[in-house]
Nanobody, 122 residues
Framework: QVQLVESGGGLVQPGGSLRLSCACS????????MGWFRQAPGKEREFVAQ???????????DYADSVKGRFTISRDNAKNTVYLQMNSLKPEDTAVYYC????????????WGHGTQVTVSS
């Protein structure tokens, strides 16, 4: 079983930055595809970013168009932690951000954290 715990959310002004962290329990976390989704009030949960490991053990990142160039996903396998660096934040980035994981690179995400609130407001 995989457990995911997010941290780092909060209130930030437009144009500001935040870094979210996701601690993954389990010794095999390094092989999982890890990702971030978000859900704004009254909206469906949407994909933000993922970081996946290829067959040759190279990690690749994918981003939603709405965050490309502003957000960066990264991972520290030694710490079993995934990060989401969010820069140039906009009010429309306000949402609950969820960390997620799946085995392999295809299929649905299987494991979810409880979420952390990010509010972008002046």
């Amino acid at each position: 079983q995989v457990q995911l715990v997010e941290s780092g959310g909060g209130l930030v002004q437009p144009g500001g930055s935040l870094r979210l962290s996701c601690a993954c329990s389990g010794r095999t976390c390094s092989i999982y595809t890890m990702g971030w989704f978000r859900q704004a009030p009254g909206k469906e949960r949407e994909f933000v970013a993922q970081i996946r490991r290829s067959a040759d053990s190279i990690y690749y990142a994918d981003y939603a168009d709405s965050v490309k160039g502003r957000f960066t996903i990264s991972r520290d396998n030694a710490k079993n932690t995934v990060y989401l660096q969010m820069n140039s934040l906009k009010p429309e980035d306000t949402a609950v951000y969820y960390c997620t994981a799946k085995i392999g690179i295809v299929g649905d995400f299987s494991f979810w954290g409880h979420g952390t609130q990010v509010t972008v407001s002046s």
